[in-house]
């Protein structure tokens, strides 16, 4: 079975450092690979995806993930941390069954502090 | 303004009392899909939909109930909500036919549901 993993609840990051949230996954075959960020009373908002080719991927308020194929981990990274990147964060891979779901890690809350 | 519009965004109810949330998308997509956010679950999805007239249920369909007479339309329905089905839900779209899209799902802001 398909699965997405986020090893760590919480990550807490100084401002202007950087920050890396972690995810691992597992399939069968070639993965579709999405970071979501999620503010307070507020939906999802889709940040980047891996489809295929390079393996970093540049997404959107400066975020980006590396894809590693050996490892079969999709790191968010952001090279300056701000403290409006507090939020909680979701490692995502898209279902390779009928359904079209993407199944979710479990989430990690970013805290970047002043 | 692209988006997944949802209500209410917060309802307080008693159990037994039938209830629709509505979900709407304004950007043509045919794949639409209900997830449940629970504490240290992460979203498991609900139900989705391919098209209109095409739906399925995904992990957690028990007590649920959707249709899909429109495109832009995705209702979820709880015919006789019960305690356990208190939860932040979302709606999400995305254009292409589901698993074989590589396109993102783009959500609502959710609708968070309380059964007494």
């Known amino acids: 079975a398909q699965s997405v993993a986020q090893p760590e609840d919480q990550v807490n990051v100084a401002e202007g450092n950087p920050l890396t949230v972690k995810c691992t996954y597992s399939v069968s075959g070639n993965p579709y690979l999405f970071w979501y960020v999620q503010y307070p009373n507020r939906g999802l908002q889709f940040l980047l995806k891996?489809?295929?080719?390079?393996?970093l991927v540049k997404g959107s308020y400066g975020f980006e993930a590396e894809f590693n194929k050996s490892q079969t981990s999709f790191h968010l990274k952001k090279p300056s941390a701000l403290v409006s990147d507090s939020a909680l964060y979701f490692c995502a891979v898209r279902d390779y069954g009928n359904t079209g779901k993407l199944i979710f890690g479990q989430g990690t809350t970013l805290q970047v502090k002043p | 303004e692209a988006q997944v519009t949802q209500n209410p965004r917060y309802l307080i109810t008693v159990t037994g009392k039938k209830l629709t949330v509505t979900c709407s998308q304004n950007?043509?997509?045919?794949?639409m899909s209900w997830y449940r956010q629970d504490p240290g679950l992460g979203l498991r999805q609900i139900y989705y939909s391919m098209n209109v007239e095409v739906t399925d249920k995904g992990d957690v369909p028990e007590g649920y109930k959707v249709s899909r007479k429109e495109k832009r339309n995705f209702p979820l329905i709880l015919e006789s909500p019960s305690p356990n089905q208190t939860s932040l839900y979302f709606c999400?779209?995305?254009?292409?036919?589901?698993?074989?899209?590589?396109?993102?799902?783009?959500f609502g802001d959710g609708t968070r549901l309380s059964i007494l």
């Open positions: 891996y489809i295929t080719g390079d393996n």
């Open positions: 999400a779209s995305s254009s292409g036919q589901g698993s074989y899209s590589n396109q993102p799902q783009h």
């Open positions: 950007m043509n997509h045919e794949y």
